[in-house]
């Protein structure tokens, strides 16, 4: 059974930072891209950023010069890390995982709340 669980989240203030983990079981997590969305109350779910099984990663213009996403293939883990969080950085953030070769990210995570505010 494929599982991710994502934590880390919290209040935090802005321009504060936060790390968020994204642990996976049940798949071989370094030939995996790994994502990161959110969702914040009333928007729809954005792309924040992704990292391929290869290390390479891309941000969302939002992310960019904040957010990194990197990758620890042994802990079977994705982190994001996040400095210099704004209100509007406010959402459920999830984790999905999509296979080689794959369209669509066919795993995600059930989402860890970060909250900016002061």
């Known amino acids: 059974q494929v599982q991710l669980v994502e934590s880390g989240g919290g209040l935090v203030q802005p321009g504060g930072s936060l790390r968020l983990s994204c642990v996976a079981s049940?798949?071989?997590?370094?030939?995996?891209?790994v994502a990161w969305y959110r969702q914040a109350p009333g928007k729809q779910r954005e792309l924040v950023g992704s990292?391929?099984?290869?290390?390479?990663?891309y941000y969302a213009d939002s992310a960019k010069g904040r957010f990194t996403i990197s990758r620890d293939n042994v802990k079977k883990t994705v982190y994001l890390q996040m400095n210099s969080l704004k209100s509007e950085d406010t959402a459920v953030y999830y984790c999905?995982?999509?296979?080689?070769?794959?369209?669509?990210?066919?795993?995600w995570g059930q989402g860890t709340q970060v909250t900016v505010s002061s």
């Open positions: 999905a995982a999509r296979g080689p070769g794959s369209s669509g990210y066919a795993y």
């Open positions: 049940g798949i071989i997590l370094s030939i995996y891209t």
């Open positions: 990292i391929t099984s290869g290390g390479n990663t």
